[in-house]
């Protein structure tokens, strides 16, 4: 009898562990999402894509090189590669 108990309450201190961890999991994949549509703002990531497109060519002028771009989620990168090329087309030609 007693076993039983013991064994029943460690169930529900794992249970209860469990559905607190699940929570805290659905409470940072809220805060994740709501900072990634803060960081990857259309006219947060057409700025961003201006300023590196012109410091890429002031670079460039001076030396040769690549330029590494890290984002914060794939929908990013794809939202800023795009302005990007489009920072490019309207950048003035040398």
């Not at 249970?15 to 703002?41: D, F, M, P, Y």
């Amino acid at each position: 009898m007693k076993a039983a108990r013991q064994a029943s309450r460690r169930n529900r201190v794992h249970t209860n562990r469990r559905r607190r961890a699940q929570s805290e999991q659905e409470r940072l994949k809220r805060k994740w999402a709501s900072v990634e549509a803060l960081v990857g703002a259309d006219k947060r990531l057409a700025m961003i894509a201006e300023d590196l497109v012109r410091h890429f060519e002031a670079r460039k002028a001076a030396l040769d090189g690549k330029a590494m771009i890290v984002c914060m989620s794939r929908r990013i990168c794809v939202a800023l590669y795009n302005a990007i090329i489009l920072a490019c087309r309207d950048f003035p030609a040398e």
